[in-house]
């Protein structure tokens, strides 16, 4: 599709101090011209040399290259407006009542929902479906638990899924059950699809939307690319059908679903190398779940459930061959990989795959949160981006150790283990799950701290990481994993004009200042957008 042109053919952006690869630098300018960056340099050579060019003059504050989101769920992220949203509640009868409330005012369809966090809860215990099934009666209800593994249901959704006593747990997946033997209401990882398969799907309009909504909520956040993890078969339809329209609001790097037919089909187009604001870039594996539902994969078992090591979602063996087969393709894998079991098998699988041929792009481990220390040092040694979301840390500090036990918790979130193996560290939120803020995550990666200051002095604080490395894995590092190193995440000659103006000075506020930062002005290819939605 053509790029949006800049309103005037020559426009000068000073008055900030500019973050570049050397560092802040204060007294620059740059030239914006078609979309890029002309030039970069001393504002009065720059002024001299383009007397007629637009002036765009900034009142202090920091000029940075557009913030990427590195691990992002679009739609996911657009359906909220329509869900019920349970995210921060610190009781069962908390989400309850928010349940209440949200389905009296609407009353049509499924009763749909996300957020519910049972580890914030006093008792930290699963909910079941009996405490919906008096406020939903014969509504079928799916309520995502916040990390997207585990969903909550309701009697009348078991009772459409036919899922009673008798009926096994699904290959990569878990249906929890009381005493007795019946499903509780509490579905794990591949069990979920057995509900959310029969939802009905959106519409083309709706899950258009759906994504743009999600987009342009990002770009209120000062991003001005996306690699969106997981994109099927109809939402990369209508991905395709907004990029025609020239309705996409920021950049998006695709990543399809583990789906064989739809990889194979759309493996066999050679990845476009050239930047554009739609590119199918690879495909989504997972190995494992996630550890607040224990489906985080471990070497041992857990600490707080000994009788389980967490689960396979997909085959090891299964993922290993189509890893190889998006190599050989070009195009890139992106593997989930939580627990330490499951980054180890990432990581030979990877190694196995790469001894063919490593591709054209690096591969990816996605969230990468419990790891030994021997694996921690092999993402550098084999090439593997290190993808990991800032802000699971501070989100899931106080429970992890329970999880793990006193032995395994300093294999928690090791960044700073990625980085001194040389390892590609690449940022992201995971939005919906947690909140896309760039600045919170800058933050939490600094302190390793949630904004309450806990815990006291950071969470295992020799991982914790420099805010010059922490925006270089916002943007340089995301544009390098991404393939795109020199045209994205950079202030210099030659690269997209994508840019973020914050009022802050962002190399000098503490860690409390950045996590309160506001996107003040944005450019999207050269052209200044709204931050609004």
Not at 314 to 333: E, F, S
Not at 361 to 376: F, G, K, M, N, S
Request: proline letters at 8%; charged letters at 20%.
């Amino acid at each position: 599709m053509p790029l949006p042109a800049p309103p005037a053919e020559y426009q000068i952006i000073q008055g900030a101090t500019f973050w570049t690869a050397a560092g802040p630098r204060s007294g620059q300018a740059v030239v914006i011209r078609k979309g890029r960056i002309l030039a970069l340099g001393p504002v009065e050579a720059l002024l001299k040399a383009h007397p007629k060019a637009e002036r765009v003059a900034l009142p202090g504050g920091t000029l940075l290259p557009g913030f990427i989101e590195g691990h992002a769920h679009v739609g996911g992220l657009g359906a909220l407006g329509r869900q019920v949203d349970l995210v921060g509640l610190d009781s069962l009868p908390d989400t309850l009542g928010r349940i209440r409330q949200w389905s009296a005012a609407h009353l049509d369809g499924w009763l749909l929902g996300r957020g519910w966090d049972q580890n914030r809860w006093p008792a930290q215990g699963f909910p079941r479906a009996l405490d919906l099934d008096a406020l939903t009666g014969s509504r079928p209800a799916f309520l995502q638990r916040v990390d997207g593994h585990a969903a909550w249901v309701n009697t009348a959704a078991l009772a459409m899924a036919g899922i009673g006593p008798e009926t096994p747990d699904p290959e990569g997946g878990r249906i929890l059950k009381d005493a007795y033997g019946r499903p509780n209401g509490i579905l794990l990882d591949a069990a979920v699809e057995l509900v959310r398969k029969l939802i009905p799907e959106p519409t083309e309009k709706q899950r258009e939307a759906q994504l743009k909504a999600g987009l342009l909520a990002l770009r209120a956040d000062g991003f001005t690319a996306v690699a969106d993890m997981g994109v099927g078969g109809p939402e990369l339809a209508a991905y395709r059908r907004l990029a025609a329209a020239g309705a996409l609001p920021i950049r998006v790097f695709a990543y399809l679903s583990h789906d064989h037919d739809l990889m194979i089909r759309e493996l066999k187009q050679s990845r476009s190398k050239k930047l554009s604001f739609l590119q199918v870039q690879g495909v989504k594996f997972y190995l494992d779940g996630a550890l607040g539902s224990r489906g985080a994969r471990l070497l041992a078992p857990y600490a707080d459930e000994p009788n389980t090591k967490g689960l396979w979602v997909t085959d090891p063996a299964k993922v290993a061959l189509d890893v190889a087969i998006t190599l050989r393709a070009g195009y890139q894998p992106a593997i989930h990989a939580i627990g330490d079991a499951a980054n180890r098998a990432a990581l030979d699988l990877l190694a196995a795959a790469m001894k063919k041929g490593k591709g054209a792009l690096p591969p990816r481990i996605e969230h990468a949160q419990i790891v030994t220390a021997e694996d921690a040092a092999r993402f550098g040694k084999l090439g593997v981006v290190a993808s990991v979301q800032p802000v699971h840390c501070t989100s899931d500090h106080s429970w992890t150790p329970a999880r793990l036990g006193p032995e395994r918790v300093n294999e928690a979130f090791p960044w700073r283990s990625f980085a001194q193996g040389g390892a590609l560290l690449a940022f992201g939120s995971d939005a919906p799950v947690e909140d896309a803020n760039p600045f919170i995550a800058l933050a939490a990666a600094e302190t390793r701290q949630d904004p309450q200051g806990n815990p006291p002095g950071g969470f295992l604080p020799g991982q914790r990481l420099s805010r010059v490395e922490a925006v270089r894995a916002y943007t340089s590092g995301n544009a390098a994993a991404l393939g795109h190193a020199k045209e994205l995440g950079v202030l210099q000659k030659g690269a997209a004009a994508d840019l973020l103006w914050v009022q802050a000075t962002i190399a000098e506020i503490t860690p409390e200042a950045l996590r309160k930062v506001k996107p003040g002005r944005l450019w999207v290819n050269g052209v200044e957008v709204p931050l609004a939605h």
